[in-house]
């Protein structure tokens, strides 16, 4: 009997800052998600939806499985709490075992101590049900000890490489988004498929890509594999969930998805990455300056991650790239614009004043995502 046989406590590590945006995406799958402390929520499932989770969500960073969680102030407590957990139907004989820890407000702060103290009782478990010495030939378990206010939690990892590595983008432009990242800024818009999306910014292509997906009905894990489907103890359930989201993606979807950058190999890159992701006929990529972007189309949704000046351009040169974008989107005045960006002078050199602003982080880095909502269809007169 193994856990991955029953009812599981799965958590869900999301961005801070777009937790809701997670949990909406959790809800649509069918999950009745709770909490959201710290950019971790959970939701109870089993093995598949474990991988379920894994496959479709396109905002979330990585699936643990919560194994179980407890007081620990000193190194006693910890070994306790750790050893505690029947790891026999956690782990096989063979597993290879790596523990990692992470510590904010608590006693126990020193990772690598928390890291061998952990891996001492569970070996030490391991060693007394197997009544044999562990070789760690097999597949590869993660576990996290993570200790927040003197409470540990002890989770597995399920994703291996995090959920924004989708498997399209193998080649890095300047400053790309993550894939998460800008999954959730489409997700945070108005947009739906049936209006047209312009990044006027695209650089390698993330958000047009990630939207085309969107569009697609493409679960984003699709083309990948995650860690969990090389452990031995567990059932394998791949083939029913990929089923599953082969029988969803809609090919034949009509999409007005465009992306523009001022530098050719940004656009080769971008171009290569839709085709990887399989949606290079669903967007038009093409090298121009965002001064010169327009549309015929009305109501379509701007979304886009503008350089920032930390590392593309200097301050000045970025004041006046804020400027005529602000100008650019003059001309699309039904149109809606979002924009991500770090510097906190974005509203005033693009001349107006956000109607909505966010906080998000771009890896580290704490970006505003501003929101200017165009003009509202008119109504149709009523016949009456
Ligand atoms: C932060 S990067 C965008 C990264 C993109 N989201 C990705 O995932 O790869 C900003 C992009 O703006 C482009 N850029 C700078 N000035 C521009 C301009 N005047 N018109 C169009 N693109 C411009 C740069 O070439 C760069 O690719």
């Given at each position: 009997m193994s856990i991955f046989d029953g009812q599981l406590k799965i958590e869900v590590?999301?961005?801070?800052?777009?937790?809701?945006?997670?949990?909406?995406?959790?809800?649509?799958?069918?999950?009745?998600?709770?909490?959201?402390?710290?950019?971790?929520?959970?939701?109870?499932?089993t093995f598949k939806d474990v991988l379920r989770a894994n496959v479709f969500l396109r905002t979330a960073n990585r699936i643990r499985i919560v194994l179980g969680s407890f007081k620990a102030e000193t190194f006693d407590e910890l070994f306790d709490g750790v050893s505690a957990i029947d790891w026999k139907e956690v782990l096989p004989r063979d597993a290879k075992i790596v523990v990692d820890a992470k510590s904010k407000n608590?006693?126990?702060?020193?990772?690598?101590?928390?890291?061998?103290?952990?891996?001492?009782?569970?070996?030490?478990?391991?060693?007394?049900?197997?009544?044999?010495?562990?070789?760690?030939?097999?597949?590869?378990?993660?576990?996290?000890?993570?200790?927040?206010?003197?409470?540990?939690?002890?989770?597995?990892?399920?994703?291996?490489?995090?959920?924004?590595?989708?498997?399209?983008?193998?080649?890095?432009?300047?400053?790309?988004?993550?894939?998460?990242?800008?999954?959730?800024?489409?997700?945070?818009?108005?947009?739906?498929?049936?209006?047209?999306?312009?990044?006027?910014?695209?650089?390698?292509?993330t958000i047009p890509i990630e939207a085309a997906l969107v569009g697609l009905k493409i679960a984003p894990g699709m083309s990948r594999n995650f860690a969990c489907e090389k452990f031995s103890n567990a059932p394998d359930v791949r083939e029913v969930v990929q089923d599953e989201a082969e029988s969803l993606i809609d090919r034949d979807r009509m999409l007005k998805i465009s992306g523009f950058d001022i530098n050719p190999e940004a656009i080769k890159l971008a171009v290569k990455h839709a085709k990887r992701a399989g949606v290079e006929s669903k967007i038009h990529f093409q090298t121009m300056d965002m001064r010169d972007v327009s549309s015929k189309l009305s109501h379509g949704v701007i979304i886009t991650n503008p350089p920032y000046g930390e590392r593309l351009m200097s301050e000045a040169e970025l004041k006046v790239l804020y400027a005529d974008f602000g100008k650019m989107t003059k001309g699309l005045d039904e149109w809606c614009v979002y924009a991500i960006s770090s510097y906190k002078a974005f509203?005033?050199?693009?001349?107006?004043?956000?109607?909505?602003?966010?906080?998000?982080?771009?890896?580290?880095?704490?970006?505003?995502?501003y929101t200017y909502l165009g003009k509202a269809p008119e109504k149709k007169e009523s016949k009456l």
């Amino acid at each position: 009997m193994s856990i991955f046989d029953g009812q599981l406590k799965i958590e869900v590590a999301t961005a801070s800052g777009i937790e809701a945006v997670t949990k909406r995406e959790l809800l649509r799958l069918g999950y009745e998600p709770s909490g959201a402390n710290f950019g971790r929520i959970t939701f109870d499932g089993t093995f598949k939806d474990v991988l379920r989770a894994n496959v479709f969500l396109r905002t979330a960073n990585r699936i643990r499985i919560v194994l179980g969680s407890f007081k620990a102030e000193t190194f006693d407590e910890l070994f306790d709490g750790v050893s505690a957990i029947d790891w026999k139907e956690v782990l096989p004989r063979d597993a290879k075992i790596v523990v990692d820890a992470k510590s904010k407000n608590s006693k126990l702060f020193a990772l690598s101590a928390t890291q061998s103290v952990a891996k001492k009782a569970i070996v030490n478990c391991l060693t007394n049900a197997y009544h044999t010495a562990l070789d760690e030939s097999g597949a590869e378990y993660d576990v996290e000890i993570s200790l927040v206010n003197d409470e540990a939690t002890v989770t597995l990892d399920t994703s291996g490489d995090g959920l924004h590595k989708r498997g399209y983008r193998t080649y890095l432009g300047d400053a790309p988004i993550r894939e998460t990242l800008a999954a959730a800024m489409i997700e945070l818009s108005v947009w739906n498929p049936d209006r047209p999306l312009i990044d006027p910014f695209c650089g390698s292509g993330t958000i047009p890509i990630e939207a085309a997906l969107v569009g697609l009905k493409i679960a984003p894990g699709m083309s990948r594999n995650f860690a969990c489907e090389k452990f031995s103890n567990a059932p394998d359930v791949r083939e029913v969930v990929q089923d599953e989201a082969e029988s969803l993606i809609d090919r034949d979807r009509m999409l007005k998805i465009s992306g523009f950058d001022i530098n050719p190999e940004a656009i080769k890159l971008a171009v290569k990455h839709a085709k990887r992701a399989g949606v290079e006929s669903k967007i038009h990529f093409q090298t121009m300056d965002m001064r010169d972007v327009s549309s015929k189309l009305s109501h379509g949704v701007i979304i886009t991650n503008p350089p920032y000046g930390e590392r593309l351009m200097s301050e000045a040169e970025l004041k006046v790239l804020y400027a005529d974008f602000g100008k650019m989107t003059k001309g699309l005045d039904e149109w809606c614009v979002y924009a991500i960006s770090s510097y906190k002078a974005f509203e005033k050199y693009y001349g107006k004043r956000a109607d909505k602003t966010r906080k998000l982080y771009n890896s580290e880095l704490e970006c505003n995502f501003y929101t200017y909502l165009g003009k509202a269809p008119e109504k149709k007169e009523s016949k009456l």
